[in-house]
């Protein structure tokens, strides 16, 4: 299925993109989704632990289903202020 | 006046203060956020900031509706910096009016620290010799 992945500030730096389309398995979660990210990436890997995952603009638990043509943001630790 | 906003330009907190012309409200509490010159000893020469602009806004209605419902307040005003923001300029400012002080003291506290814990907005600090992601 497709989705389309945000990321933002170090995410954004380390992935090498702000905005990408997706093909994944049907049911993956976020935190599944966030270790294939990594997989490949050890950058990435680093800051993986700290991230947040937010589903259509709703934070969400790392067990949370991702579902066809849902934009899934990775959100580093915010520093707002 | 109900609003949350993000801007590049610099804030003009004269004119935001101007909106709040509510003559029952005894208290006016405006809090300024700026970025500090040392961060653990360096130099920062200054901040950027950037958001997840949507869901930055959403967030933050959804604190100032929070506040509204936990503190009696009036006028609340929230406005956050993007892109470069030198030392000494405001990078958020917060405005709450209220009948009285502690109510506006109260929600203004909440509000910033709240935004603090949930808003998808991150800053950058420059130093003379790099860069570095600060969160909190």
Request: aromatic share 8%; with cysteine; charged share 25%.
């Amino acid at each position: 299925m497709k989705i389309v992945v945000q990321a933002f500030a170090e995410a954004a730096e380390v992935l090498g993109f702000r905005k990408k389309q997706f093909d994944v398995e049907n049911d993956i979660t976020a935190s599944e989704l966030v270790r294939l990210l990594a997989h490949s990436n050890q950058e990435f890997k680093r800051i993986a632990k700290t991230l947040f995952v937010a589903i259509n603009e709703e934070y969400c638990s790392p067990d949370a289903v991702i579902h066809e043509n849902d934009v899934v943001d990775l959100i580093p630790p915010v520093g707002g202020g | 006046m109900k609003l949350c906003t993000l801007q590049y330009e610099p804030i003009d907190v004269d004119a935001l203060l101007a909106q709040c012309t509510n003559p029952s409200d005894g208290a006016v509490v405006c809090f300024i956020g700026r970025p500090r010159n040392i961060d653990n000893g360096r130099e920062v020469l200054y901040l950027e900031y950037e958001a997840h602009q949507s869901m930055a806004i959403k967030e933050l209605t959804t604190i100032m509706q929070k506040a509204l419902e936990q503190f009696t307040i009036n006028d609340c005003i929230v406005v956050h910096r993007l892109g470069r923001v030198d030392i000494g300029q405001a990078s958020v400012v917060i405005i709450v009016t209220a009948m009285h002080r502690k109510e506006a003291y109260n929600a203004s506290q909440f509000i910033i620290d709240e935004l603090k814990k949930s808003v998808p907005i991150w800053k950058k600090e420059y130093f003379n010799d790099g860069s570095q992601w600060k969160s909190g």
